[in-house]
């Protein structure tokens, strides 16, 4: 289910730049929305020449988005019924349904990790290295383990650094490395968030604790061990 309901995904991103792209050619912009109401929002702006080439396009994007929703809806129905677990690990913002029950499913059993660090690099969020002499390069992840599920903790990692993202530890973290600056600072942000979102989804599925926003930012006293630290 979750798989099938990525290739709908793709093929409507495919559509969507399509009518783009073909709108750009004509010299027109079309209005920035998101993929869910795109070709509701878009169809009123489509120049009338293009009509006739594009709504056909629009309308198998609307069916696609109507097909992604039911996929969504049966997914949240299955991680209420089959797959509890994945409820815990929803109350860390930017993890929602799809994302939680993807990691139970991926993982299988988290007993397979020793410590929860090891769960990063068994995904390929840690950079490659290029040990060379006295240089120790950073290069690009690894990228090894499910690329599904590494895409689907990216893009929590973009909404939890992006501008609804809440305030907790690990927007705060992400931040402090984004503002380093340099070369490709924003992308290594949000991959080393997603990391570290991989890392506490681990630790709070094996130990149960609940998921405190601003854990590091409180005093270290009398912390109850229900709370949840960003494990790091």
Sequence with gaps: MIRSRDALVR???????HVRGIAKCSGDRL???????????????????LLPALLPVLD????????????????????????????HLQGIAGVGPLTSLAFVLTLENPQRFARSRQVGPALGLVPKR??????????????????YLRRL??????????????DCDL???????????GKNAKRRA?????????????????????????YQAKEPIGVPT????VVG
């Design 130 to 147: 290029d040990q060379s002499g006295d240089r120790d390069p950073q290069l690009r992840i690894t990228k090894t383990g499910d690329s």
């Design 171 to 181: 927007r705060r973290w992400g931040l402090k490395l984004a503002e380093r600056g």
């Design 11 to 17: 093929a409507r991103t495919l559509l969507i730049n």
């Design 60 to 87: 198998t994007i609307a069916s696609l988005s109507d097909q992604i929703r039911a996929y969504d809806r049966q997914i949240a129905s299955l991680c209420q019924e089959n797959y509890p677990e994945t409820r």
């Design 190 to 214: 949000i991959v080393a968030v997603a990391r570290k979102l991989a890392i506490l989804l681990h630790h709070l599925w094996t130990n149960g604790v609940i998921y405190d926003l601003l």
């Design 226 to 229: 229900t709370v949840a630290a």
């Design 31 to 49: 209005p920035s929305c998101s993929a869910d109401c795109f070709a509701g929002k878009v169809a009123s702006a489509v120049p009338e020449p």
């Design 153 to 166: 903790l990216v893009g929590s990692a973009q909404y939890i650094l992006g501008p609804f993202g809440p």
